[in-house]
């Protein structure tokens, strides 16, 4: 039976990947590739071991993959023969130049745009997926009417909104798809294809349309207020310390407040992932580019708090530990920047073992799913580091436990036979306020939760 829609992605990352296998499975009718520039991850997506760990994502992958979800190199083909393509590249900071460390860096994005111009040969609606500036919708007519001929596209932009770790959830059952068009008849029309798509399985009143300028703006500010919400009350823990106030307390009290809601309040270590960051201060440069700098401030003071907030963990560590830490053995109870991803991007994990071991304490690093990554991220750093994959095997001679993600594994150990292994005194600082600090106490541990009474025995 031939497919009634060909639709491409360029880009197979991590959100790439599981939106098209999501369209590919709720959709049999439509032929759905993917295709990336890395033949390495390519060959990933094609065998058993996924390039991303994404619980769902595998069942999804493989009982699509070969029939109507096909991952591939071959871009230049798949541009000719898509009627509908997703970009889906990566937009990271930009690390040079003008707005280095600050703006959206658009260099993979503008080198899909060229390769579509040039390789297409029919009408084709173009999906922006990543996270671009305000205006990028602009830059990609124009790259893609540059040449004399007689192709036309519709630009759209349809920002992804899924989390790591939920993805497939998101995905299958998203809080709303947003859609940005122009408001021609063309893009009106270009518009209602996409809609079409998502219609396989999101309900109507969730499917929302908007100016093309407004979907590409809401979607970096839905990720500033998230972010915000996290930097709020974190800036807030600092203060619980100081005063016997109680951050789990105090959130409980502030989200029962049903304007306020109760979700992305949980104290932390500081946010990470390979967004938040990025895309505030992506927002950040755009107000300053638009010379709103009162505006710009405010946001930034969200990035400022997060830095603050890591730099704070390591000073209570080192604090409570006597103020030295030299020879002294700490394991970091993972990772990944969130649980239930091998994902270490942006992780507050990297800053935290890179000043630990300038303060020359030896690292033991455990997580479910993230050793390799951290391998490569700590690769090269001057010092002792080992990965252990047991956390019983990991905390066995240690110091210290800091917990810096939230696998739910943690809270289900035997931290009495933990404790026996440990040097005394034994300390643990609770990153994510996911373990029984009572408990932990009474077994004799010294507990530094953040934003709360510390329970010691000194
Ligand atoms: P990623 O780095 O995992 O994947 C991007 C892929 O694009 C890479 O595999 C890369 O090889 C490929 N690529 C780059 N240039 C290419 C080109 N010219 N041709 C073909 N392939 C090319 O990135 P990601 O996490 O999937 O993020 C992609 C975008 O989605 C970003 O803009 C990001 O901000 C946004 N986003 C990410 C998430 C998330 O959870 N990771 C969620 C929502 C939105
Ligand atoms: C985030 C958004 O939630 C997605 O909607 C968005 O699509 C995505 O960014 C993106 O644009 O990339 P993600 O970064 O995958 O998703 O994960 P989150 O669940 O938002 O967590 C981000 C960070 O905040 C993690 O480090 C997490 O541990 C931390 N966090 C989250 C807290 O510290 N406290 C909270 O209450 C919630």
Known sequence: MPFSKNILCIGAGYVGGPTMAMIAYKCPQYK??????????VAEWNSDDLPIYEPGLDEIVKSTRGSNLFFSTEIERGIKEAE???VSVNTPIKSYGVGAGMAADLQYWEKTASQIRNCAESHKIIVEKSTLPVKTALA????????????HFDVLSNPEFLAEGTAIKDLEDPDRVLIGSRETPSGVKARDELVEIYANWVSNERIITSNIWSSELSKLVANAFLS??????????????????????????????SRVGNKFLHASVGFGGSCFKKDILNLVYLCRHYGLDEVANYWEGVVRINEYQKERFVLNILSAMFNTLAGKKICLFGFAFKANTGDTRESPAIFIAKKLMKEKAEIVITDPEALNNARIDLDGIEGKISYIQDPYEASDGCHAI????????????NFEKIYRSMVKPAFIFDGRNILDHKRLFNIGFNVFPIGKPPLTHF
Do not use: H
């Open 32 to 41: 759905v590739t993917v295709v990336d520039i890395n033949p390495k991850r």
């Open 84 to 86: 509908i393509i997703f």
């Open 140 to 151: 990609m007519e124009r790259i893609l009417t540059s040449q004399e001929n007689d192709t």
């Open 228 to 257: 915000q919400r996290i930097s709020s009350i974190n800036s807030i823990t600092a203060l619980c310390e100081k005063t016997e106030a109680n951050i789990t307390e105090v959130a409980k009290a502030v989200g029962m407040d």
């Open 402 to 413: 800091a917990v810096m993600t939230e696998w739910e594994v943690y809270t289900g150990l």
